[in-house]
């Protein structure tokens, strides 16, 4: 199995939010949950309910973030050919009176409202390996649109 690329900063962010879990979020909670628990009654203490549901969720993304991390590959280099699109490209994009930019990015860093896309995106497929002043084209529910890239940067 090939492991997904992703950013540095990206890999930083996965790991910081793990590190929260562990070291921050889950003590905090489990100690709740002991207070509570401590009040008798379990069956109708809405704050032990509530903590062993919020410590199950924890664990959950706990065990979801141990994973990814693992099958993910961090890429900080540039590429060989730094004028043509590749992962972490910034691309100024130009379809007719529309302008954008975007930045191919792994999955768990998507961010559209940042222009930041999917690698696995029809537009992120259509650019790469196409360089300053090519057109990519892209399949849409409205049509096809063809994106001049304006430039590329890393």
């Given at each position: 199995?090939?492991?997904?690329?992703?950013?540095k900063?990206?890999?930083?962010?996965?790991?910081?939010?793990?590190?929260?879990?562990?070291?921050?979020?889950?003590?905090?909670?489990?100690?709740?949950?002991?207070?509570?628990?401590?009040?008798?009654?379990?069956?109708?203490?809405?704050?032990?309910?509530?903590?062993?549901?919020?410590?199950?969720?924890?664990?959950?993304?706990?065990?979801?973030?141990?994973?990814?991390?693992?099958?993910?590959?961090?890429?900080?280099?540039?590429?060989?050919?730094?004028?043509?699109?590749?992962?972490?490209?910034?691309?100024?994009?130009?379809?007719?009176?529309?302008?954008?930019?975007?930045?191919?990015?792994?999955?768990?860093?998507?961010?559209?409202?940042?222009?930041?896309?999917?690698?696995?995106?029809?537009?992120?497929?259509?650019l790469?390996?196409?360089k300053?002043?090519?057109?990519?084209?892209?399949?849409?529910?409205?049509?096809?649109?063809?994106?001049?890239?304006?430039?590329?940067?890393?």
């Amino acid at each position: 199995m090939s492991k997904t690329p992703i950013s540095k900063a990206g890999w930083l962010a996965l790991k910081a939010e793990l590190d929260q879990l562990i070291e921050v979020e889950r003590p905090r909670v489990v100690d709740e949950v002991a207070f509570a628990a401590a009040q008798g009654d379990r069956s109708e203490n809405a704050e032990y309910i509530y903590g062993k549901k919020r410590l199950r969720e924890i664990d959950h993304r706990w065990r979801y973030l141990s994973k990814r991390l693992e099958s993910v590959a961090v890429v900080d280099t540039l590429p060989d050919q730094v004028d043509e699109v590749r992962f972490g490209a910034t691309v100024k994009l130009v379809a007719g009176p529309k302008a954008m930019t975007a930045t191919i990015v792994g999955e768990d860093e998507i961010d559209p409202a940042q222009g930041r896309i999917s690698l696995k995106s029809p537009l992120a497929k259509a650019l790469i390996g196409k360089k300053k002043g090519e057109i990519a084209e892209v399949a849409t529910p409205r049509g096809v649109v063809a994106w001049t890239i304006e430039d590329v940067s890393y």
